[in-house]
Nanobody, 124 residues
Framework: VQLQASGGGLVQAGGSLRLSCAAS????????MGWFRQAPGKEREFVAA????????NYGDSVKGRFTISRDNAKKTVYLHMNSLKPEDTAVYYC??????????????????WGQGTLVTVSS
């Protein structure tokens, strides 16, 4: 399984960005895909996750109401729609895939595969 993340960049505070993560390979059909982020000097933080089958979602407390995760099962792709961005959202964003599911878990150790990361920088 490979994950290819894209869509990062530089944006002003209050702006929006959309990240994409496409999975390839033998993912099965019962997987969960999620996003985590890591800012310099900080631990990796859960952002959002979605279960492929049910569409159930889960969000980190710091992004609730501002970020939305969605999926396109036919394309094996998940999207992270980020609105009302803040400087503290600046981080490298990683997508991840949990081959077991079905819970959209916040636990990074449940995820089996990781993408390469995409940098999001929010200027004040």
């Amino acid at each position: 399984v490979q994950l290819q993340a894209s869509g990062g960049g530089l944006v002003q505070a209050g702006g929006s960005l959309r990240l994409s993560c496409a999975a390839s390979g033998r993912t099965g059909t019962s997987y969960v895909m999620g996003w985590f982020r890591q800012a310099p000097g900080k631990e990796r933080e859960f952002v959002a996750a979605v279960d492929r089958r049910s569409g159930n979602t889960n969000y980190g407390d710091s992004v609730k109401g501002r970020f939305t995760i969605s999926r396109d099962n036919a394309k094996k792709t998940v999207y992270l729609h980020m609105n009302s961005l803040k400087p503290e959202d600046t981080a490298v964003y990683y997508c991840a895939l949990d081959t077991s599911g079905p819970y959209a878990s916040r636990d990074q150790y449940r995820y089996d595969y990781w993408g390469q990361g995409t940098l999001v920088t929010v200027s004040s």
